[in-house]
């Protein structure tokens, strides 16, 4: 009979991956970062272009992400056992993704004012574009605000952070039918109150 440790890599259920990760398994590793490399290049991405910087070369995307995962692996995994939800793994890697993303792009501006010939990494939008953009996000966010906190959750979980039906149904605890109904119904008043002005 075949032990749970000679299941295929890719069945292998979160907790056991992370308990093989810090348990100094290397193939472990490799598969952590291999299961969740496209989740932290999405949020990376979606930084950025939050952040106002529409394009970025793909190195650099890759940079902050191998940069994400050698700090989350660094150190006999310490960032990892800070996870004691394993359920809660994409919103954590998110919220990480995001907060490094942050870290690199202040640290560009910082070279780009000292060296003047610096490559810019991102080409910025046009100051009309940015006001515009602005504006509506900060409308968005005064309806998202009238909605109830679940609602606004899923919402963010699903559009900002990009997780699927049953990441957020991992993150919130609900089932993925729960998941899909409230969704609908989450667009369905956001789309009421921005359509009653």
């Not at 991405?45 to 952040?51: F, G, S, V, Y």
């Not at 490094?100 to 939008?125: G, Q």
């Not at 957020?168 to 921005?194: D, H, P, Y």
Request: proline content about 4%; charged content about 30%.
């Amino acid at each position: 009979m075949a032990s749970k440790h000679d299941m295929p890599q890719d069945k292998m259920p979160v907790a056991e991956l992370l308990h093989r990760c810090l348990r100094g398994d290397d193939q472990a590793k490799a598969l952590l970062f291999s299961e969740y490399a496209d989740l932290a290049r999405r949020a990376v991405t979606r930084k950025l272009a939050a952040l106002g910087l529409l394009r970025t070369r793909r190195s650099e995307v890759a940079d902050i992400c191998h940069d994400l995962f050698e700090r989350i692996l660094a150190d006999n995994c310490r960032m990892l056992a800070r996870l004691h939800k394993p359920a809660s793994i994409n919103a954590w890697l998110v919220t990480i993704a995001q907060n490094l993303t942050v870290d690199y792009v202040r640290k560009w501006s910082r070279r780009a004012a000292i060296d003047a010939t610096a490559t810019p990494p991102v080409v910025r939008e046009t100051p009309a574009r940015y006001a515009i953009r602005r504006e509506t996000k900060n409308e968005l966010a005064q309806k998202l605000e009238a909605l109830p906190p679940i609602d606004r959750l899923i919402l963010e979980l699903f559009f900002v952070q990009g997780l699927k039906y049953c990441e957020i149904a991992e993150v919130t605890g609900l089932n993925i039918n729960s998941v899909a109904a409230k969704l609908r119904r989450s667009k369905k008043k956001l789309r009421a109150l921005i359509e009653k002005e």
